[in-house]
């Protein structure tokens, strides 16, 4: 094996901790440093890991062969995005769908006039399940795809749970309907309303003296979170919030139901369960990673999706390995 990949980390939180547990798991990479807004000094890190402040970052261009964005999509990747690709290859999560063509065109450009590969948009959904809809949709071209999420923690509804008045804590799960997936598994090829693909179900702690109808009440006719879903809210306490709900477990399907002749359906299925949402984002954009310093290395540069990278570029074994072990 060559010289490792250097890897560097922008932002400490769960994405940027699952990416420094990724990067012990893959031999052929090495942590050069995480880069942090906070007071570097102040971060604990476990294996030894070295942190620095951001503004640090121009100083480290020629030790670092890929650098990680671990910051949020709604302020944190618009802006650090084309910022860092102008300065070192580069892997994001950015996930605010309709933006992605926006954030792409922002990236590439100084991406390409500096040289360097920065994928945007990888994890599982964008990600994995993304690649799974263009594979089902080029091998089965009469036909329908669908995409579940859950059963899964969401970030987004549960900080609109949480400000609801009368509400001390709360978490609220997306769950896909039972019966719309085995319609789809069946091959019927339905159509389904937003109501009847899944069902969001709250756990709500209620502040002293809270009227548990009204909260009920705001959080069921919320507009954009809850209106066009059939929820169910649940009211517990603090201890079982903090007991039962802390993880952030996710996951889902991406179903292609076709057909190849009017006498055959075919149904395609990809499904993925996960103890921990961020953690395993963190890990595919590990494996991005390696991928990112190959096509580097071979000239590919500007921006990339996971539409653009081979599959084999993501494995640590030589093409001959993978021809071998793996076809």
């Not at 499904?271 to 595919?284: A, D, H």
Request: proline share 5%; with cysteine; aromatic share 8%.
């Amino acid at each position: 094996m060559g010289a490792s990949i250097r890897i560097g980390i922008a932002g400490y939180g769960n994405l940027g901790r699952g990416v420094q547990a990724a990067i012990a798991k893959n031999p052929d990479m090495e942590l050069v440093g995480v880069y942090t807004r906070r007071d570097p000094a102040a971060l604990s890190l476990p294996g030894g890991a070295t942190a620095f402040h951001m503004d640090e970052l121009a100083k480290h261009t020629e030790d670092i062969d890929v650098l990680v964005l671990c910051g949020g999509s709604k302020s944190d990747l618009p802006e650090q995005g084309p910022a860092l690709a102008a300065m070192f290859n580069t892997v994001d999560s950015f996930d605010t769908h309709a933006k992605i063509p926006e954030h792409f065109a922002a990236v590439d450009a100084p991406a390409t006039a500096a040289g360097k590969t920065a994928l945007i948009s990888a994890g599982w959904d964008p990600g994995m399940f993304s690649i799974n809809r263009v594979y089902g949709e080029a091998l089965l071209p009469d036909g329908e795809t669908y995409t579940f999420w859950g059963r899964g923690l969401s970030q987004g509804h549960s900080d609109a749970i949480r400000r609801v008045p009368g509400v001390a804590g709360g978490v609220q799960y997306t769950i896909p309907s039972t019966e719309a997936i085995a319609k789809v598994r069946a091959g019927e090829r339905p159509t389904l309303s937003t109501r009847e693909k899944h069902v969001r179900e709250c756990f709500v702690v209620l502040e002293d003296d809270a009227d548990a109808a009204s909260v009920r009440e705001a959080i069921v006719t919320m507009e954009h979170y809850f209106d066009q879903y059939d929820t169910t809210v649940n009211f517990i306490d603090a201890a079982t919030l903090a007991s039962e709900h802390s993880s952030m477990p996710h996951g889902g399907f991406v179903f292609r139901s076709g057909n190849t002749t009017d006498e055959h359906s075919q149904v395609i299925e990809y499904s993925l369960t996960l103890q921990s949402n961020p953690e395993f984002t963190s890990s595919v954009l590990v494996a991005y990673a390696r991928a990112v310093h190959k096509m580097n290395q071979a000239g590919q540069i500007g921006a990339k999706t996971v539409f653009d990278v081979a599959p084999g570029l993501l494995s640590p074994k030589s093409p001959e390995q993978l021809r071998a072990e793996l076809l």
